[in-house]
């Protein structure tokens, strides 16, 4: 009997205050967690890596950088992502991966600054370097931020 | 415009389910129910659509690939197994103030996921980028597969998530970026209703909606936190919600195995780690069921569609050299070298920022609960994924996975969260079935 009393209270009673408990525990520390991720707006975010998260806040001026890049070139394009030699070769992949989800209608082709070589590349490419300058005589400056320089080659 | 064209050819995707269901011997469900399993073999559909054409050489359109969902609706004319009958259900009482809850959390998520707080990096390193260029391609682009950086956003990794936005930028012409984000509020949703749906059967309503309201706040305070918005989570704890929904609340009939074969199939289709789930459900129901009734049934039939979906999609990327996951080890050799350091560092990422308050949630959950009919097979998933996880970790070769561990661990350890909610929720009596026929039950 005492048993039976003690299964419906846990079945009636606290049940019901267990999951009401932790329904609204979980969405308050999900509200804490919005509020971590930056102030609250209604607008939309420049990126949809825009936050105040470490891991991502790397990737948004990169992002921001290509978004420029691609309004300013044409589509069908070749654009060559210039990269200087002590990029480590996981951030290259990581960021020749970020063109690639931003660039889907133009050719991405990956190169060291050294190492341009326009006569391998196609007529009428683009030399996007994020970051740098790039020093070639057969590329001309289009574009400059202060997240980096858009080249035209030369015809 | 883009954005508007790209939710409407999400919003489609449980209209082509409804016509691939025609040829489908669906048990009755309720509206609440039967949305979400649209939704499931919309998407399931969709994939098979598009990497049967990719695999034919037709390019990709929208008509073309809307053509083939008429064939089941024609087809539907000359044969259809015996369809069930709408499931009615007793109107529920009491159930308002769980389901503002639930809806609540689905808002909230909708708010973060879309102000871009729970956006995942993969999304934009390799989900969407891949989704953009097939788009573009008209099909499954092998060649922008092999490109040399596409190894880090694997080229085999399995299609259901990267078709349906690829099917979304077909439609639209671009990917919406925004628009992807929302689909894990979308899926959350869905995961609610499909537990709400099968959950009512089981267990008095009250209790149902209270539990929906548990699993919305959990899911979408464990998937927002690990940054899963825009990844292949949200679908895949959706594909499992629904596995779990149906075995755990359904009647055991053989059209709901068949069903839960068919969620399988998405939670395969979706990740690589869903082959993973799908094996230790198959085992633990068809074994446990085994054992209780010597009936090789529900392993066969919860076989019957995940199984040959795996084995197909393992054959495209065998037969266009795309082999990477699947090809056996892609980080490096097996070794216990790191065992110490992967079982101190899984702990370490499941905490979600939040002391372990969601696994506590949970363990407070199977404390109070009454006793209970179904609880070992979920938990036997749980317990078996959890050694999934840390096997998986153990192939990194000289690699020391800390790194790793940190990258993905807290994302893996969704399932057995998911796992051990099934079996603190599970009911407590033997069903009263409310439906139209006493099925045999085969589970």
Aim: charged residues 15%.
């Amino acid at each position: 009997m005492r048993s039976l009393l003690m299964r419906r209270f846990s079945h009636e009673v606290l049940a019901p205050i267990t999951s009401w408990g932790a329904a609204l525990a979980l969405l308050a520390l999900l509200v804490f967690h919005a509020i971590q991720g930056g102030a609250l707006k209604l607008e939309r975010p420049s990126t949809v890596l825009t936050n105040k998260y470490w891991v991502q806040r790397g990737a948004v001026r990169h992002l921001l950088f290509l978004q420029d890049v691609e309004e300013r070139v044409p589509r069908g394009a070749a654009i060559i992502l210039v990269f200087s030699p002590a990029t480590k070769p996981m951030d290259l992949k990581i960021n020749v991966l970020q063109a690639l989800s931003q660039f889907p209608d133009h050719s991405v082709i990956p190169a060291y600054d050294r190492l341009i070589n326009p006569r391998t590349h196609p007529a009428g490419a683009y030399a996007a370097y994020f970051g740098g300058e790039l020093h070639a005589p057969t590329y001309e400056l289009i574009w400059r931020s202060g997240a980096g320089t858009l080249y035209r080659a030369k015809r | 415009m883009t954005g508007t064209l790209f939710l409407f050819a999400l919003l489609v995707v449980p209209v082509l389910g409804s016509a691939a269901a025609y040829l489908l011997p669906l048990p009755g469900l309720d509206p609440m129910g039967r949305i979400p399993v649209l939704v499931a073999i919309g998407c399931i559909s969709l994939t098979a659509v598009m990497v049967l054409e990719t695999w034919m050489g037709i390019p990709w359109t929208p008509l073309g690939i809307l053509l083939p969902f008429l064939l089941p609706v024609v087809g539907g004319f000359a044969w259809q197994p015996r369809q069930s009958p709408a499931l009615r259900l007793a109107r529920p009482r009491g159930i308002l103030p769980a389901a503002v809850l639930a809806l609540l959390g689905i808002l909230l998520v909708a708010y973060v996921a879309g102000s871009a707080r729970a956006t995942s990096a993969d999304l934009i390193l390799f989900w969407g980028s891949k989704a953009e260029n097939f788009a573009l391609y008209a099909g499954i682009d092998v060649t922008f597969l092999r490109f040399p950086s596409m190894h880090l956003a694997h080229p085999d990794y399995p299609p259901l998530l990267t078709l349906l936005l690829a099917w979304g930028s077909l439609i639209a012409g671009r990917l919406a970026w925004g628009v992807a984000l929302l689909l894990l509020p979308l899926f959350l949703l869905l995961a609610g209703m499909a537990f709400w749906a099968f959950a009512r059967r089981a267990v008095p309503a009250k209790r149902a909606a209270e539990s929906t309201a548990v699993l919305v706040a959990l899911l979408g305070y464990t998937l927002s936190v690990s940054l899963c918005a825009g990844n292949g989570e949200p679908p895949l704890l959706f594909f499992e919600v629904l596995v779990f929904s149906i075995l755990t609340f359904g009647d055991g009939s053989r059209r709901l195995l068949f069903l839960a074969s068919v969620a399988l199939a998405g939670a395969v289709l979706v990740k690589v780690e869903g082959a993973a789930f799908a094996g230790f459900v198959i085992l633990a129901y068809g074994g446990l069921a085994f054992l209780r009734r010597r009936s090789l049934t529900p392993l066969a039939m919860l076989a019957s569609v995940s199984v040959p979906s795996l084995g197909l999609w393992i054959l495209f990327v065998r037969l266009h050299d795309l082999q990477d996951v699947y090809g056996a080890h892609p980080m490096g050799s097996f070794t216990f070298k790191f065992l110490r350091s992967i079982l101190a560092g899984i702990p370490k990422s499941a905490d979600y920022g939040a002391a372990y308050a969601p696994w506590i949630v949970v363990a407070l959950l199977l404390l109070v609960g009454a006793r209970r009919r179904d609880w070992m097979p979920p938990a036997l998933v749980g317990v078996g994924y959890l050694g999934f996880i840390v096997f998986c970790y153990m192939h990194g070769g000289d690699y020391d996975p800390t790194t790793w561990i940190k990258w993905s661990a807290d994302r893996l350890l969704l399932t057995p969260l998911v796992c051990f909610f099934f079996a603190a929720t599970a009911p407590s009596r033997p069903l009263q079935t409310p439906s139209f026929e006493t099925p045999r039950r085969e589970w």
